[in-house]
T-cell receptor
């Protein structure tokens, strides 16, 4: 069964550095998402992306975050100047559509550790 | 603002038991609801999705119900197995928006 793949599985970065998290969504999916989960807390929505544009973003997704689909297969999340509080598990998801019957499929996540 | 809660926070049962996990949400105007399974340090595996117009969905030993008017969903697991041990997350999608997740129920099925 097709799946969402994320790389790397674990990223360790010094505070203030830029980091790029990568995702390959399921190939025939059109909608892409990033979520994060701080250790011990709920999964939180960050951003959704469709047709090369952000379609929705949460309050968490401030100016230090950006997303890009640089080619036909990858979807990236960039954090410009990382902070300690950015340490979390970041999940990428994709869906074929946004209808009520369309589930979102998640990757295994990237654990981001900011030192 | 939509809030999602899940009860119990943790559950430990002997193998073979049937069990029910509960999810409550504050705003009944939802588009759909999705149940996920999360293994430690892993991603989210989609289990069942219920559209707002549906009452229940079944997949194997899993059955999820939705009572939108009361803001509740239940996930029923029949004949539990040790391999079912994981955290189960409920996520609600308000209209035109993206998922709001509950805190999860951590399930341990003892052999």
């Amino acid at each position: 069964e097709p799946e969402v793949t994320q790389t790397p599985s674990h990223q360790v970065t010094q505070m203030g550095q830029e980091v790029i998290l990568r995702c390959v969504p399921i190939s025939n999916h059109l909608y892409f998402y990033w979520y994060r989960q701080i250790l011990g807390q709920k999964v939180e929505f960050l951003v959704s992306f469709y047709n090369n544009e952000i379609s929705e973003k949460s309050e968490i997704f401030d100016d230090q975050f950006s997303v890009e689909r640089p080619d036909g297969s990858n979807f990236t999340l960039k954090i410009r100047s990382t902070k300690l509080e950015d340490s979390a598990m970041y999940f990428c998801a994709s869906s074929r559509g946004q209808g009520a019957g369309q589930p979102q499929h998640f990757g295994d996540g990237t654990r981001l550790s900011i030192l | 603002k939509q809030e999602v809660t899940q009860i119990p926070a943790a559950l430990s049962v002997p193998e073979g038991e049937n069990l029910v996990l509960n999810c409550s949400f504050t705003d009944s105007a939802i588009y759909n609801l999705q149940w996920f399974r999360q293994d430690p340090g892993k991603g989210l595996t989609s289990l069942l999705l219920i559209q707002s117009s549906q009452r229940e969905q079944t997949s194997g030993r899993l059955n999820a119900s939705l009572d939108k008017s009361s803001g509740r969903s239940t996930l029923y697991i029949a004949a539990s197995q040790p391999g079912d041990s994981a955290t189960y997350l409920c996520a609600v999608r308000p209209h035109g928006q993206n998922f709001v997740f509950g805190p999860g129920t951590r399930l341990s099925v003892l052999p």
